[in-house]
């Protein structure tokens, strides 16, 4: 395990040091940090945080996206989906679940859960445990998240998400559930209650 861990940081970091002429790949410090003119955050340690103009989203990783990451969406307006680029899903075919800005509580959750499953990352989703939660000063819901992909692996996350001007803002934490969700876990809470949406 130790041996496969070294690798694959070895190779995280080559895959970072490949990218540094076009910042796909950034340093993220401790302290407060801005994403995007979107959110503002706290962290208390080092990420790297993956970004790409094109795409809704941008992740934090500290070992590597399969390992963990918090995955911090752009907000979303009546008929967009989580994800709405074709390069990473090519089911054109299939319709995305969109989003409505008079969506309750519970429709949020199930259009979250049916945004992953259709993106087929994890060969099994499931969310569970609502609540409410306010993200900075939005009313909003938090909601836990088990999952596995196609290698097997399991994974433990949770999810929060809200609307402001009829737009959504959603961030999820998801780790492997052996090792890497109980290391993580605090400091995505701390971030994520920290958030302010700007």
Do not use: H
């Amino acid at each position: 395990m130790l041996v496969i861990k070294k690798i694959f940081i070895i190779s995280f970091f080559l895959i970072l040091i490949s990218c540094q002429s076009d910042k796909t790949y950034i340093l993220v410090e401790p302290g407060k940090v801005e994403i995007n003119k979107i959110y503002s955050v706290n962290t208390n340690m080092k990420w790297s945080q993956f970004q790409e103009r094109e795409y809704n989203f941008l992740f934090w990783t500290v070992d590597g996206y399969t390992l963990q990451r918090i995955i911090f969406f752009k907000p979303l307006e009546d008929g967009q989906s989580l994800f709405d680029y074709d390069r990473l899903f090519t089911k054109k075919n299939e319709k995305r679940p969109t989003f409505n800005s008079k969506m309750n509580k519970f429709e949020l959750k199930e259009f979250f859960e049916s945004c992953i499953i259709w993106s087929r990352e994890f060969t099994s989703f499931e969310t569970s445990d609502i609540k409410n939660y306010k993200i900075g000063e939005i009313e909003g819901v938090s909601f836990d998240i088990k999952a596995q992909n196609e290698l097997g692996l399991n994974y433990k996350g949770f999810a929060v998400a809200g609307i402001k001007n009829n737009k959504l803002y959603s961030i999820y934490f998801i780790a492997t559930e052996m090792e890497f969700y109980d290391r993580y876990k605090k400091e995505a809470e701390k971030i994520i209650s920290s958030v302010k949406i700007l």
